[in-house]
C-alpha cells in the first residue's frame, strides 16, 4: 500500500501547485510574514528567508519522505509568481485521509485562489490518490478561511473547544497569544459533486490536470 505522496504537479486554468523549490524563499518568507498569517497560524513571527529556505530544503522533504503529508507551492501559471502554499498534514494512509490548509499572499486575496487551489487538491487526492476524507480546521473568527472550506463543499462537522492558539497584537506592537475554538470541516468525494461547476459559474477555474 502506498504510504507516501508522489512528486507531483497540479494545473488548473489560473495556477501550478508543484514542489517547493529554493528560489521561492524570498517570496516565502515575505507571505509569511503578513499580519493575517500571524494572527491565524503558528508561523514564527517574525520569519526569515533562512526559516523558508529551511522549510524548503528540511521540513517539506522530510514530511513528504515520511508519509505525513505534502506541501505545496501555488503560483500563478502566466507569471509563475508564488501566490500561497497548499498543505497537507496528519495523513492517514489505512483511513485514505488528510488534513488540508492553504495560506495565500496578502496581494493575491480576493482573487479565488484559495478556493481554486483547495478544490484542484481535493480533486487529486479523491481521484489519483483514492482519499475517502479531507479535513479542515478554521479559527473560529477566521471567516475568511470558513469561507474557503464552504465554497469547495466541506461541511461543518463541529467545534473543538479551547483548541486552538491565534495571536493578536498588543498595544506595543508585539503578539500575545489568545484561546479560541476550531470549527471542524469534513469533505468527502461525493461533496465534490456540482462544486466546479458552482465555482466555474462564479468565475473560477473548473479544469484540473495533474502530471
Not at 57 to 85: I, K, M, N, S, Y
Not at 93 to 121: M, N, Q
Request: hydrophobic share 45%; proline share 3%; net charge negative.
Amino acid at each position: 500500500m502506498t504510504t507516501t505522496f508522489p512528486d507531483i504537479s497540479i494545473s488548473t486554468d489560473r495556477l501550478v501547485l508543484r514542489a517547493l523549490e529554493a528560489a521561492d524563499a524570498p517570496a516565502l518568507a515575505e507571505m509569511m510574514n503578513d499580519e493575517m498569517v500571524g494572527a491565524w497560524t503558528a508561523v514564527p513571527q517574525p520569519y526569515s528567508e533562512d526559516a523558508a529556505r529551511r522549510w524548503i530544503t528540511g521540513h517539506a522533504p522530510a514530511e513528504r519522505a515520511a508519509g505525513r503529508g505534502l506541501d505545496l507551492a501555488v503560483t500563478e501559471f502566466l507569471t509563475q509568481r508564488l501566490v500561497g502554499v497548499v498543505q497537507l498534514a496528519r495523513t492517514d494512509w489505512r483511513v485514505r485521509s488528510t488534513e488540508l490548509s492553504y495560506i495565500i499572499a496578502p496581494w493575491a486575496r480576493g482573487e479565488g485562489y484559495a478556493s481554486e487551489a483547495a478544490l484542484a487538491t481535493a480533486q487529486w487526492l479523491f481521484t489519483a490518490q483514492e482519499f475517502e476524507r479531507i479535513e479542515l480546521r478554521t479559527a473560529a473568527d477566521n471567516t475568511a478561511s470558513q469561507q474557503v472550506a464552504q465554497k469547495i463543499g466541506c461541511i461543518s462537522e463541529g467545534v473543538l473547544r479551547n483548541a486552538c492558539i491565534a495571536r493578536t497584537r498588543t498595544e506595543d506592537g508585539s503578539w500575545t497569544e489568545l484561546r479560541t475554538d476550531f470549527i471542524v470541516w469534513g469533505l468527502l468525494p461525493e461533496d465534490l459533486d456540482g462544486v466546479a461547476d458552482q465555482m466555474a459559474e462564479a468565475g473560477y477555474s473548473s479544469y484540473t490536470d495533474w502530471s
